[in-house]
Nanobody
Framework: VQLQASGGGLVQTGGSLRLSCAAS????????MGWFRQAPGKEREFIAS????????YYADSVKGRFTTYRDNAKNTAYLQMNNLQPADTAVYYC????????????????WGQGTLVTVSS
């Protein structure tokens, strides 16, 4: 499956952005979707995931209550709504697809999209 992430940009502290991850190729419904980010000089970090039918989500503590992930299987697209953004959220954000629900960055993710940069100014 090919993944195309979009929606990054520059936002002020407290602002919001919505990232999209459009999938093509193999059946989107077969995959759980995950979101990860990598800040400058830091390791990649898991932040959110959603199972294949959209009924189950999971979030890292760092974004819980501020970020929401959801999906539209009719559009083959997953989303990450990010609210109350802080400078610490500045990173390149990646979407990913996996056969199983994603709970961490364990190095076994099936497919990755390219990153989209989110910059939060103070």
């Amino acid at each position: 499956v090919q993944l195309q992430a979009s929606g990054g940009g520059l936002v002020q502290t407290g602002g919001s952005l919505r990232l999209s991850c459009a999938a093509s190729g193999r059946t989107f419904l077969s995959f759980a979707m995950g979101w990860f980010r990598q800040a400058p000089g830091k390791e990649r970090e898991f932040i959110a995931s959603i199972n294949s039918n959209g009924e189950h989500t999971y979030y890292a503590d760092s974004v819980k209550g501020r970020f929401t992930t959801y999906r539209d299987n009719a559009k083959n697209t997953a989303y990450l709504q990010m609210n109350n953004l802080q400078p610490a959220d500045t990173a390149v954000y990646y979407c990913a697809a996996h056969r199983f629900m994603i709970y961490s960055d364990d190095g076994n993710i099936d497919y990755w999209g390219q990153g989209t940069l989110v910059t939060v100014s103070s």
